[in-house]
Structures are given as C-alpha cells and as structure tokens.
DNA sequence: CAGGTTTATCGTAAATCGACGATTGACGCT
DNA sequence: AGCGTCAATCGTCGATTTACGATAAACCTG
C-alpha cells in the first residue's frame, strides 16, 4: 500500500448560487475577503496548482513566517475555499473544489 | 437634444492579466479586497443593473448612511471598478467594464 | 521515553476597516 | 446674492487585519 495522499478526498458537490440576491452577495463578499490578499491568492494557487495536498511547504515558498502562513491558512479553510487534513505530524492542505466553483460562478454572474 | 446621460462615456479597454504571477495576485487581491464587503458587492450590482449611471439613489437602495455609502464608493473607484462623474449638483458613478472583465479572468484562471 | 519536527495558538503592536454624525464644498434655482 | 440639495470629507469610535515571536500541542523516530 502505497503512502499516497491521505489528503482531500471526499470532494463536496458544488454549493448553488443563492436565489436570494442579497445573500448571494454575502457569500460572494465572504469568499472575495478571503482572496483579499496577496499572500492567500498565492497560497491557493500552490494548492490547485499541486491539484491535492501539500503541506509547509508553503511556508517556504512565501517570504512569511509560519505562524502568518498558519492564519493565512485559518481564513482560507474558515471561508471553506480549503480543507485541511491532520496526516501524522504534518498537515494537508487541499482546495475545496466546490467553493472554488461557487466563487467563479458568483463572479461570472457580476 | 435629450438630457441623456452625461455618465459613462469612454469605456476603457479591458487590461491584459499580468504575465508575472504574483503581480497578478496582487492585482487579484485588490479586486478582491474592493468586493470584500456586501454593500459593495450591492453597489457594483446596482451599477450594472442600471448599466450606466445612478446617483445617490444608491443611498436610498441600502441600509447605511450617505457618509458609509460615499466611503464605500470611494473604495470601488479607488480599485478601478467604478467611476464618477460629477453632473451639475449629484454625481453620477457607472462601471468600468473592462476593470469587472479583468476581475473575472483573474478569477477565471484560478 | 526523550528529542526533533511540524503546525496551531497566544499575545502583542501597528495599520486598516466600517460605520456614523457633522461639516464643508459644489451646484442649480429663484 | 442667498437657499436648498447632493455628495465628499473630517473626526471619531470600536472592531478587524496583518505580521511577528514565543509558546504549546501532536506526532514520528531512535
């Protein structure tokens, strides 16, 4: 047995648009603030990028310390664009394909 | 000659997405960061909606102070999302496409 | 079980945000 | 010239963000 990822695997279905205007702007708002920075912008793309997991990695690959990374990640998985997955003493972090989906979906219907 | 519009005129063209990743990022979270909060979100809609001008009656559509909506509107034009002109005694704000179409491929290419 | 890794959390400090009322500025009208 | 209207700005407040170092928690490895 392979020690392959023992991250992401589920994979939630796509969450609808809101019907509801207004909520739909909040969803939309909650999941923009959340790309409202550089750093997680980045951190995101790593992620897709390595389409599953990775771990601090990203710490390396961002001029930032750990423990911002750490928060960084706190507000992308709170927000649900993430999911992070405890695999021994490291963490796996992975996109939320969905969340993903919903978001570009909300923007689309801007 | 009708009182039409006096709003909106050039239209800029759409800007290309950066080549450089993380100046694309940046770029990215600054839209972001502009569409962080419902209100605004709620702005941009009515913008679009209206496609063209509207004045304070944006004041009217939502729950918040005429001082709020102004600080707001300052940050949508401060990202280039939105632009105003001023005619006679109200002023007139209406979208900037190509800023929304830049924002919708960044989000796009996540 | 002791030690080393990895990550989250805590505490802190500076900066920014979000909201409001009050004021100022610009303009058209009479 | 003076008045009313509309919108931006100012000043203020509390809450949130961003960043960091230091600490704590979880977990392999020897």
Not at 41 to 54: F, S
Not at 63 to 69: E, G, M, R, Y
Request: glycine residues 6%.
């Amino acid at each position: 047995m392979p020690k392959t990822a023992p991250c992401c695997p589920p994979a939630e279905p796509t969450p609808p648009v809101p019907a509801d205007e207004s909520e739909a702007n909040e969803v939309l708002a909650r999941l923009a603030k959340a790309l409202a920075h550089p750093a997680r912008v980045a951190i995101l793309r790593l992620l897709v990028r390595h389409e599953g997991c990775i771990v601090g990695d990203i710490v390396d690959e961002l001029p930032l310390a750990q423990s911002t990374v750490s928060q960084h990640l706190k507000q992308l998985k709170a927000a649900g664009l993430i999911r992070g997955e405890v695999d021994g003493p490291r963490v796996c972090y992975c996109v939320e394909p969905g969340a993903v989906a919903l978001f570009k979906a909300l923007v689309e219907g801007l």
